[in-house]
């Protein structure tokens, strides 16, 4: 059998979210001859009929319509690039990222903590010899108080 028509109607109707919606509505046809590929003449077809409507809904006086049309575009909340389909809030890499932050500043904080200490240490140490307490007392080292 040889296809020698092709039609293509497309319809949508998006709503206002406020009792209204608008609709936009098209129909498409073509004579094909005998060397046009069928589903080749249709897929064109069909994308012209999408970007029609695509175009007199993103023109609409509605703005809850245009942004139907044209929604904003999710964003990784760690950093704030856009997402894929199948990303949730983050991308896989930033989401690991964000759960190595706390291991990293607990890291940091125990760093920070033993500098201190052995800052307290040296200065213990130094009053020590400032006071003229002997080398032979230093087995009180490890009961310096913190």
Do not use: W
């Not at 609709?23 to 897929?43: F, G, P």
């Not at 903590?113 to 800052?119: D, F, G, I, L, N």
């Amino acid at each position: 059998m040889h296809v020698t028509r092709i039609s293509i109607a497309l319809e949508q109707r998006l709503g206002d979210n406020d009792f209204g919606s608008e609709r936009a509505q098209v129909e498409y046809s073509a004579d094909l001859l005998a060397s046009d590929d069928v589903i080749d003449c249709t897929t064109e077809l069909l994308q012209l009929a999408r970007g029609t409507i695509f175009h007199t809904l993103s023109e609409s006086r509605t703005l809850a319509i245009r942004r139907k049309v044209n929604p904003r575009p999710r964003l990784c909340n760690e950093c704030k690039q856009p997402l894929d389909d199948d990303d949730d809030y983050f991308h896989e890499a930033c989401e690991e990222q964000m759960l190595e932050r706390p291991k990293q500043q607990d890291q940091e904080r125990r760093a920070k903590y033993e500098a201190e200490v052995a800052e307290q240490r040296a200065e213990y140490q130094r009053e020590r010899e400032l006071a003229g307490v002997g080398a032979s007392d230093d087995d009180d080292d490890e009961k310096v108080p913190l």
